[in-house]
């Protein structure tokens, strides 16, 4: 009927990160973004159909909520490499009454995320969650502010998180250059 005098310390135990996680900042993080523009100008200019703001949100993910919620729909990989069984195979067997629709699934090819961003639990559940989908992590830095410097990438004023959605285009070629350390992208 006494309390339980023993008391269990608490102890956070931060994942470890297995996916590539980079930190861009100064020259490099200017150079970067720079080329990451004149690659959406030209991607933009290409494609007169769209609206400006629907052809944005068919490249990219915007904000942490809507990152978070693309990285939730991704398949997991296991730890061999090969993705587990989707989510969508799953559901077919709860209704089979109702006709589903085959749908494109939409994967991210790289996250950039602003280091500036306070409170600083707002993208704390990212790192864990685009290493278990085998995303790349890039953090933003800047003076002026990380997330500044990702709202201009979208015609926004700031953007705490930007998902680079896997669609075959020249962003996606640049995107892939940056993320393995080619440094042919730099002005």
């Known amino acids: ?5 023993n008391k269990t310390s608490k102890t956070t135990i931060e994942p470890t990160v297995s996916h590539q996680q980079s930190c861009y900042e100064g020259e490099r993080l200017f150079a970067m973004l720079k080329s990451l523009q004149r690659e959406i100008e030209l991607a933009k200019a290409s494609n ?3 609206p400006e703001k629907i052809w944005f949100k068919q490249q990219f993910s915007i904000g942490v909520n809507e990152v978070t919620r693309v990285l939730e729909r991704m398949a997991p990989c296991s730890e061999n490499g090969g993705e587990e069984a989707s989510v969508e195979q799953a559901h077919s067997h709860s209704n089979p009454t109702k006709l589903q629709l085959p749908s494109v699934p939409v994967r991210l090819q790289a996250i950039l995320v602003a280091s500036d961003i306070n409170p600083k639990w707002l993208t704390k559940h990212l790192p864990s969650l685009a290493s278990s989908r085998k995303v790349p992590l890039i953090s933003v830095k800047d003076k002026k502010g990380g997330s ?3 709202g201009e990438l979208v015609k926004l004023k700031t953007a705490m998180a930007l998902g680079i959605k896997a669609r075959g285009s020249g962003i996606n070629q640049l995107v892939e250059e940056i993320l393995h350390g080619k440094e042919r992208w730099i002005c």
């Open 1 to 5: 009927m006494g309390r339980n005098k």
């Open 148 to 150: 500044l410097r990702l």
């Open 48 to 50: 007169r159909i769209l």
